[in-house]
């Protein structure tokens, strides 16, 4: 994880490489061109397994406070992805990972009854080995 926002800002925006041996496997920015609408990473962890490295992220440009875009890449598929095209959108929270290879995080849901007045967010478990490609 490298910081990549401008000078006094840089960790508003970051860059992930997935190095073995020294050797770059895989590496996503989440820098703008404008310094000022990327995403930096809040949070991040290898799942037990060493299969999947999870992270989440917040915008250097404050748009929808309440979300962190969540990630991970998959060792086996040698790629990054979205969890949230798999569970939804999360909110800027830290999540844990346990053995071998689950992720618990919170998601975003709104609540339309009027008598609670407020949304919420629902604590979901995800086995990252199961998810598939096809299952976004």
């Known amino acids: 994880m490298l910081p990549i926002g401008k000078a006094g800002w840089a960790w508003a925006e970051s860059r992930i490489d997935i190095r073995v041996r020294g050797r770059l496997l895989r590496s996503v920015s989440f820098g703008s ?3 000022e609408h990327g995403e930096g990473v809040e949070h991040a962890a290898w799942t037990p397994d060493s299969q999947f490295f999870v992270f989440n992220t917040s915008s250097s440009g404050g748009h929808m406070p309440w979300h962190g875009p969540a990630y991970f890449y998959a060792r086996r598929e ?5 969890l949230d095209d798999y569970i939804g959108p ?8 346990v053995a071998p290879d689950v992720v618990r995080i919170n998601i ?16 979901v478990r995800v086995r ?5 490609v096809g299952d976004q």
């Open 78 to 82: 040698n790629r990054f992805r979205s």
């Open 90 to 97: 999360g909110p800027c929270l830290a999540f844990t990972v």
């Open 128 to 132: 990252l080995g199961r998810l598939r």
């Open 108 to 123: 975003y849901e709104a609540i339309t009854d009027a008598m609670r007045g407020h949304d919420t967010y629902r604590p």
């Open 33 to 35: 061109a404008d310094n």
